[in-house]
């Protein structure tokens, strides 16, 4: 058998473990599920990132009911120091890298680079993740990208591929072009070799979430490697966008659901030169996530009376650790008899965290009788005022109705956890086409929580509706976002009293079959090992 090609993948953050603060979102829980399921299957995969400091901020609930942002820093002991510094030009001045390793969660190596050291001026790069914007954003993805690559040398890592997970990381492709340069190749001849190295995945559907930069300041700071200002903009145009050049710079490239990848064709279709975007939709680490009982109450539920018994005893399991875990925290008891909605999502508008609430004549009768009780968690990012507002709003529907409906602050691994296992119902109700893929749908439909979704993201693929769970607004979409909203606010009041409410109190039984068809379908194809193969046969090896 041929040789698998060996593979740095670059992520400006990883999600391993709640005390591993180098996270921020859905990006960071990709990475991290990643090279766990790497080490997993036995892919010869090295994950390159950065030791942030202060990781991303950790955001608590004021007196005001507004969500405030805090940051501290953290050190983490069990890093593994490996006895490499590596040296990047940024604005003129040698920034000095040193490298960790973390191996502590059953993980494939993943080396971190960090600027915070004695003899560095510019000590202050690996602050904070996504902290900054203009030079101080160019100066990390500097560290990430170019500092990755010299890494991966110092290291003696060979690499046959590398992938950049999100455009964070591009610069890496003009290191790796200024090498051959150096080497004596054209530029012309070294971009085309470059290009055959790289794969590249976007993420955001949104416009404003693809970055770019200036190209003068692109070249003041020092990220061109050598490159000049023609150079520069044939790879990704002027301003420089990170996702044009990621799109550019790689021999394949993808989108994280199917849904996505039609997105994402239809975003990029005018840029010329760049590589096909296929589908490799997101999966999960399931030993992170989910939980064995219910995948064994599944496998086993047609056995016997006691093992149709099983699925709903573990889940009812789940559903009170979730009540104990929220009274801790909140203070709030709720029932473990009444139905149970979970939504924790970042706060940004296109998520519609405050959807459910649209219409207070339906919405407040449910919430008041205790028909219905939700969980809502999720950050705002801490430069955004608008998803701030939402969060606020959460927090004071969550005082209007104390019984019924909570805000868990700080947004979580060990809150998307307990939340993925312990709610009923999974609700997400994206604008479509928004939402790439998503993930925390994954996590509940294999803990046996029904996902009640809009058909975006992931979830067109998985959902068989009324079967294994439930869609709603029947893929609806409109430039109009007055009349969507309207629309799928519509969709949600009938699915949830037509459908979810009546089965849930009404007939148990063919809940609890939905709940083992949720697991029984996803868990093959949303798990990492599926993702991991189509990674290594669509993209690295082609
Ligand atoms: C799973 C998870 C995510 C990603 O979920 P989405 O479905 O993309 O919202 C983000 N943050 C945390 C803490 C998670 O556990």
């Not at 993740?129 to 030079?135: M, P």
């Not at 190209?215 to 490159?227: E, F, K, S």
């Not at 998503?438 to 979704?453: D, L």
């Not at 067109?460 to 509706?465: L, V």
Request: glycine share 8%; net charge negative; proline share 3%.
């Amino acid at each position: 058998m041929k040789k698998l090609p060996s593979v740095a993948y670059f992520c400006m953050e990883y999600a391993l473990d709640t005390e591993m603060r180098t996270y921020a979102g859905g990006l960071g829980i990709l990475a991290g599920d990643y090279l766990k399921g790497a080490k997993e299957y036995n892919y010869p995969i090295a994950g390159i990132g950065i030791n942030w400091k202060q990781g991303y901020s950790d955001q608590v609930i004021g007196a005001d009911n507004k969500p405030y942002d805090a940051y501290h820093n953290y050190k983490y002991d069990f890093l593994k120091d490996t006895g490499v510094k590596v040296t990047v030009k940024i604005r003129q001045r040698d920034v000095v890298c040193k490298v960790w390793l973390v191996d502590k969660y059953d993980n494939a190596p993943i080396y971190l680079l960090d600027t915070d050291l004695p003899e560095n001026e510019d000590a202050w790069i690996t602050g904070q993740l996504y902290g900054w914007f203009g030079e101080e954003r160019i100066a990390q993805e500097m560290v990430l990208g170019i500092g990755g690559v010299k890494a991966l040398r110092a290291l003696g890592i060979e690499t046959d591929i590398y992938h950049f997970n999100e455009g964070h990381a591009l610069f890496a492709g003009f290191e790796l072009i200024r090498e051959k340069m150096d080497r004596g190749l054209t530029f012309k001849d070294a971009l085309k070799k470059t290009k055959e190295e790289i794969v590249f995945t976007t993420h955001t559907p949104i416009i404003q979430g693809n970055e770019s930069h200036y190209i003068d300041r692109l070249m003041y700071m020092g990220a061109n490697c050598g490159l000049t200002i023609e150079q520069l903009i044939e790879i990704g145009g002027s301003p420089f966008n990170m996702t044009v050049g990621g799109l550019r710079l790689s021999k394949i490239s993808n989108g994280v659901a199917q849904l996505h990848k039609d997105t994402a064709n239809k975003m990029w279709k005018n840029v010329e030169g760049k590589s096909d975007i296929i589908g490799i939709t997101n999966a999960i680490h399931l030993k992170t996530w989910v939980d064995e009982r219910m995948l064994k109450a599944a496998e086993d539920f047609n056995i016997d009376e006691d093992s149709k018994n099983n699925i709903w005893n573990a889940h009812m399991f789940n559903k009170e650790a979730l009540i104990e875990f929220v009274y801790e925290r909140n203070g709030v008891k709720l029932d473990k008899d009444k139905l149970l909605i979970g939504f924790s999502r970042r706060a940004a508008p296109y998520k519609r965290s405050n959807l459910i609430f649209s219409d207070k004549e339906i919405i407040e009768p449910l919430l008041k009788a205790g028909k219905i009780q939700i969980v809502f968690s999720g950050k705002a990012h801490p430069l955004d005022d608008t998803g701030k507002e939402i969060v606020e709003n959460i927090v004071k529907m969550s005082k209007i109705y104390p019984n019924s409906v909570v805000f868990l602050e700080n947004y979580d691994m060990t809150i998307g956890k307990m939340l993925t296992r312990g709610s009923d119902i999974w609700l997400n109700n994206p604008r479509r086409p928004l939402e790439a893929s998503g993930t925390s749908g994954m996590k509940a439909a294999m803990n046996g929580v029904i996902n009640c979704s809009i058909l975006d993201g992931w979830w067109p693929e998985a959902c068989e509706d009324g079967v294994n769970g439930w869609q709603f607004g029947d893929g609806f979409e409109s430039e109009d976002f007055k009349e969507l909203d309207e629309h799928d606010k519509d969709a949600l009041y009938k699915v949830l009293l037509e459908k979810v409410i009546p089965t849930y109190y009404d007939n148990r039984e063919k809940w609890i079959n939905m709940m083992v068809a949720s697991i029984n379908s996803t868990k093959k194809y949303f798990s990492v090992e599926r993702m991991l193969k189509e990674y290594y046969e669509l993209m690295y090896q082609k």
